[in-house]
């Protein structure tokens, strides 16, 4: 009958926050309901004893006696009903009588009618959430003006309905919303009320009311006086208990209210204010605190005007036209491919647009974009959405954006599509950046989430995406020495920059009597002498860099205009020899990091191009990382077909298959290290792994991990063999130019067999065939492995 929370404060503004610990003060001090009320068990009493006799439960027989005992107090002492319904015997009984209260994370409560904010009984979900009294509650001034018809209503309804033959259907229920003041992000609840515990008897003899009074009530829900007239309170009184529960619903509440923004504002005005007032919303929607919100826009076109909101708040208007008539950059292939596109970490995309370069410079790594249309079907911005974390963003994200997206375009454009055509153009355009061989299986989850969410209103979530009983094939090109050769690269690169920073300091000292040029010349000197015995530690980098560039380079930079006769010559010098960036020499480093890179780059795109192929004789799931040199997962089995069927053969030709892409990438890194700054090799590695596991897609990480405790064995093993030693010796496994297969059965050495004969047999490796044991790893014992040399 009553709202679950009374809403009734004096002229409160619309839009108003106040603390929560206020608001509970505030409907403390409410007018009582000029009903009469009485809180009991009674309804619930009867609907039990019919239970019990019917189904003729010990159980349930125990049940009712309890309740009974405890109406029985409840009518003697009402007063003390707060202590009575703390103790253990109420909250057992509760759990007997629902037991849905008691799920986790379940919101619900128990109160009498028309009681104002007394909840006899709160789960301890609800608890929580009004427990924190520095969230503040928002306030909605025409519903507190209304509270009070609200009541009288409903408890007419009620009369109406038992009383007077009528079959009125009404609906209670009511919404909160919290805010966390210190990053203004939003939570809306929704409480439903049900009146099933609840019934009304007459205490004097019933008015007479004719259809014709009945339909001016209907006809005049608000007018208080008119319902109190035909219904007078003092004639009924309302016994037993009502129930609630509490929904999260933030996410569509966030949407209505951004469809009403759209349809009050008839476009973007170009307010910031509105698009801050967004950006909160959308932080709330995804629950992501630190995502930034922007929007740039465009008239015919060339994109040249109207970029006052974009996420790189300054700007350079040529930057920008520059990137986006760019169809690599990513804001180009936006206005080129009219499609979404996400960028999961935008410090490793390469090539970087101009743009792309600012927005990492002001933090951004992940990046979401969508073109906006008018209604004629032209692109007039592009919706960004930024993050200073990478891989925050994925296709899943713009599944759950796709409404708030529609109408910040309609709010833009006055224009929105319609849900099954935005659920289609989800499933078209939104998972563009996921594997083609998994493709089908996100459409699936998709398609369903969108399904139960939007359309049937369900409180849905996203189902698993697992992969049962898929086969791993794993292979690595790794870069021989890697770590030693970065750190000799960089120990070079500080012995050039010491060397000339001593030589200019000295000379400084020479035309001008600055007693610090001494001491840092002393300092130099120090850091020289050690670095030039090899005594290079990782921790050296960092002290030196701090020192030139926070102490040195600042004191010569300051002290050269106040003394004419310091060498500018040789300052100049000096300084134009350093990185700009860096502030440091960046030579043999820079050569490098280069060459890993390039290598790196040949490697994938051979890699890629050689995986494509395999597309078409199986579909299968593959991904690559890069770091120093590069290794892959690829897994194939019948989980991952959409159609057709999987046969182990299929397994035989894809091992086969990666022996060979193995020694090709040998002779591909022989080839390419003679066009390098810097000489590198790789050392090639499979392990064999012949049980099927499960993957599954985790969504905070945004990818694809093993999935299960007894699968977790792979993981560990893959991770370490690459540092493997041969058993008894000092000797590393992975050799350069060399394959190394790690294998766990004797079955999968005999199969292998068959392949290296093959690889011999066609003029890919010698006929020299390694058979060796490794050493002991933590955790791993009893491996064993063959290495082949390539031919070149």
């Known amino acids: 009958m009553e709202n679950p929370i009374t809403k009734h404060i004096p002229q409160p503004s619309q839009n108003q926050y106040i603390p929560l610990k206020y608001f509970k003060e505030l409907i403390g001090d409410l007018s009582p309901s000029p009903y009469q009320s009485k809180f009991s068990f009674f309804k619930l009493l009867e609907e039990l004893r019919l239970k019990s006799n019917a189904l003729k439960q010990s159980t349930l027989s125990e049940t009712v006696a309890e309740l009974e005992k405890m109406e029985a107090q409840l009518q003697e002492r009402p007063s003390?009903?707060?202590?009575?319904?703390?103790?253990?015997?109420?909250?057992?009984?509760?759990?007997?009588?629902?037991?849905?209260?008691?799920?986790?994370?379940?919101m619900g409560f128990i109160k009498g009618p028309f009681e104002k904010h007394q909840f006899r009984f709160r789960t301890k979900a609800f608890q929580e959430i009004m427990a924190n009294e520095n969230r503040e509650v928002k306030l909605d001034g025409h519903k507190f003006l209304n509270a009070d018809s609200a009541n009288i209503l409903l408890a007419g309804i009620t009369v109406l309905n038992t009383f007077y033959d009528q079959k009125i259907e009404f609906f209670a229920a009511e919404k909160i919303t919290l805010r966390d003041p210190s990053n203004k992000m939003e939570r809306h609840y929704k409480f439903n009320v049900q009146f099933d515990y609840l019934e009304v008897k007459a205490l004097k003899s019933l008015m007479k009311l004719s259809q014709k009074k009945i339909h001016e009530l209907l006809n005049n829900l608000n007018d208080e006086e008119l319902w109190l007239k035909y219904i007078p309170p003092e004639n009924f009184v309302f016994e037993g208990f009502i129930i609630g529960h509490i929904?999260?619903?933030?996410?569509?509440?966030?949407?209505?209210?951004?469809?009403?923004?759209?349809?009050?504002?008839?476009?973007?005005?170009?307010?910031?204010?509105?698009?801050?007032?967004?950006?909160?919303?959308?932080?709330?929607?995804?629950?992501?605190?630190?995502?930034?919100?922007?929007?740039?826009?465009?008239?015919?076109?060339?994109?040249?005007?109207?970029?006052?909101?974009?996420?790189?708040?300054?700007?350079?208007?040529?930057?920008?036209?520059?990137?986006?008539?760019?169809?690599?950059?990513?804001?180009?292939?936006?206005?080129?491919?009219?499609?979404?596109?996400?960028?999961?970490?935008?410090?490793?995309?390469?090539?970087?647009s101009p743009l792309e370069k600012a927005l990492v410079v002001e933090g951004v790594r992940s990046l979401l974009l969508v073109p906006l249309k008018n209604d004629e079907g032209r692109v007039t911005s592009i919706f960004e959405l930024g993050s200073?974390?990478?891989?925050?963003?994925?296709?899943?994200t713009l599944m759950q954006l796709q409404e708030f997206i529609s109408l910040f375009e309609m709010g833009s454009n006055?224009?929105?599509?319609?849900?099954?055509?935005?659920?289609?153009?989800?499933?078209?355009?939104?998972?563009?950046?996921?594997?083609?061989?998994?493709?089908?299986?996100?459409?699936?989850?998709?398609?369903?989430?969108?399904?139960?969410?939007?359309?049937?209103?369900?409180?849905?979530?996203?189902?698993?995406?697992?992969?049962?009983?898929?086969y791993p094939l794993y292979g690595q090109a790794d870069i021989v020495s890697s770590s030693q050769q970065r750190n000799n690269s960089i120990q070079t690169d500080l012995i050039d920059n010491l060397e000339r920073l001593h030589q200019l300091l000295t000379t400084c000292r020479q035309k001008v009597r600055f007693h610090l040029f001494d001491v840092y010349a002393d300092k130099v000197e120090i850091h020289l002498k050690r670095l030039k015995k090899g005594a290079f530690v990782s921790s050296d980098e960092s002290v030196i860099v701090e020192l030139l560039t926070e102490q040195i380079h600042p004191l010569i930079r300051k002290i050269k205009p106040r003394f004419s006769q310091l060498p500018d010559k040789l300052i100049d010098n000096y300084f134009n020899a350093l990185d700009p960036e860096l502030n440091i020499i960046y030579q043999q480093r820079k050569a490098y990091e280069d060459s890993v890179s390039q290598l790196n780059q040949a490697i994938s795109h051979y890699l890629l191009q050689e995986e494509e192929k395999m597309q078409q004789i199986l579909p299968h799931y593959f991904e690559k990382f890069q770091t120093d040199g590069v290794e892959y997962n690829l897994y194939l089995g019948q989980s991952l077909l959409e159609k057709g069927d999987f046969h182990p053969f299929y397994l035989q030709d894809f091992r086969l298959w990666q022996l060979i892409l193995m020694c090709e990438i040998t002779r591909l890194v022989d080839r390419q290290s003679k066009e390098l700054p810097v000489p590198?090799?790789?050392?090639?590695?499979?392990?064999?792994?012949?049980?099927?596991?499960?993957?599954?897609?985790?969504?905070?990480?945004?990818?694809?991990?093993?999935?299960?405790?007894?699968?977790?064995?792979?993981?560990?093993?893959?991770?370490?063999?690459?540092?493997?030693?041969?058993?008894?010796?000092?000797?590393r496994l992975t050799q350069a130019g060399k394959i190394a297969i790690v294998w766990l059965q004797e079955k999968d050495r005999q199969e292998y067999q068959e392949y290296i004969d093959h690889l011999v047999r066609n003029g890919y490796i010698t006929p020299e065939i390694e058979d060796l044991d490794l050493e002991k790893m933590q955790g791993v014992e009893g491996l064993k492995a063959v290495r082949i040399t390539v031919l070149p």
């Open 680 to 731: 590198l090799t790789t050392a090639q590695l499979v392990f064999v792994y012949n049980s099927p596991l499960s993957i599954r897609f985790e969504m905070d990480e945004k990818q694809f991990d093993v999935d299960g405790a007894y699968n977790v064995r792979y993981e560990i093993i893959k991770k370490r063999i690459d540092k493997a030693y041969i058993k008894g010796t000092d000797e």
């Open 80 to 106: 003390d009903w707060e202590a009575l319904f703390q103790t253990t015997d109420f909250e057992a009984l509760m759990i007997h009588i629902f037991p849905s209260f008691f799920h986790k994370g379940q």
């Open 414 to 470: 006055k224009f929105i599509q319609e849900m099954d055509n935005a659920i289609r153009l989800t499933i078209q355009q939104e998972f563009t950046s996921i594997h083609p061989s998994v493709e089908w299986k996100f459409r699936h989850v998709a398609g369903k989430y969108f399904r139960e969410r939007i359309i049937e209103e369900k409180q849905s979530s996203l189902d698993p995406i697992v992969f049962p009983s898929v």
């Open 388 to 396: 200073h974390k990478p891989f925050r963003f994925n296709q899943l």
């Open 247 to 352: 929904s999260d619903v933030t996410r569509s509440e966030i949407l209505s209210i951004v469809k009403d923004m759209a349809a009050n504002e008839g476009g973007k005005n170009g307010h910031e204010s509105d698009l801050n007032y967004l950006e909160r919303l959308i932080q709330s929607f995804l629950n992501m605190q630190e995502v930034r919100l922007g929007a740039l826009q465009t008239v015919d076109g060339p994109w040249i005007e109207n970029i006052t909101w974009c996420l790189l708040r300054k700007h350079d208007t040529f930057m920008v036209e520059k990137s986006l008539s760019d169809p690599q950059s990513a804001y180009g292939r936006v206005l080129q491919k009219l499609e979404p596109f996400i960028i999961e970490d935008l410090q490793q995309r390469t090539p970087l």
